[in-house]
């Protein structure tokens, strides 16, 4: 079975542009979810969606949103990029809503921002 | 509010054995992972807790005590290449993931 693959693995983008990043799940599994990580802050939970609903959100701006498509593909958007906004996205497909079963996680795409 | 605690860091020597802590404080339990992450690379699942006691797996085990807001994770042998961060998540209530920081293992020779 194909692994979680997120595109693009490097981004660099300067302040005030948008960005879009793609996860592409397990095949079978129905919910992704997209996670924010940072040397000094850890894994920060961004979004979740299950069969294209968004289920739980965390604590980031609305710049920060997010779909999931019908064969369960999501991409994550952030607009009006911040400096702060550099960091390593990771995304992570599962079988059923992320606290019932286990994540697995694409390698991430790692946006810096000048 | 939800609370994970870990150690930030730890430190063992190949061949011995290391238990990294985590304790919680979180609206309801419905359940524990453990993750493994090697640097630059993603988190892997190593374990799933939800009723108390100690789950064995190869050289890895995880214990949960609810009661307490407790679990561990235990490595025997320990190897070079079990030199990671381990990450622990709750998931609490709204069967939401609750994540630690992180514990960042350094394995010597």
């Known amino acids: 079975k194909a692994g979680v693959t997120q595109t693009p693995r490097y981004l660099i983008k300067t302040r005030g542009q948008q960005v879009t990043l793609s996860c592409s799940p397990i095949s079978g599994h129905r919910s992704v979810s997209w996670y924010q990580q940072t040397p000094g802050q850890g894994l920060q939970f961004l979004f979740e969606y299950f069969s294209e609903t968004q289920r739980n959100k965390g604590n980031f701006p609305g710049r920060f949103s997010g779909r999931q498509f019908s064969n369960s593909r999501s991409e994550m958007n952030v607009s009006t990029l911040e400096l702060g906004d550099s960091a390593l996205y990771l995304c992570?497909?599962?079988?059923?809503?992320?606290?019932?079963?286990?994540?697995?996680f694409g390698n991430g795409t790692r946006l810096t921002v000048t | 509010g939800q609370n994970i605690d870990q150690p930030t860091e730890m430190t063992a020597t190949e061949g011995a054995i290391v238990q990294i802590n985590c304790t919680y404080q979180t609206s309801g339990f419905n359940g524990l992972f453990w993750y493994q992450q090697h640097a630059g690379e993603a988190p892997t699942f190593l374990s799933y807790?939800?009723l108390d006691g100690l789950e064995e797996k190869g050289r890895f085990s995880s214990f949960l005590s609810r009661s307490k807001g407790y679990s561990y994770l235990l490595l025997k042998e320990l190897q070079m290449k079990d030199s990671a961060s381990y990450l622990c998540a709750v998931v609490d209530s709204n069967y939401q993931l609750i994540w630690g920081a992180g514990t960042k293992l350094i394995i010597k020779p």
């Open positions: 807790n939800v």
């Open positions: 992570a497909s599962s079988a059923w809503a992320s606290g019932n079963s286990p994540l697995h």
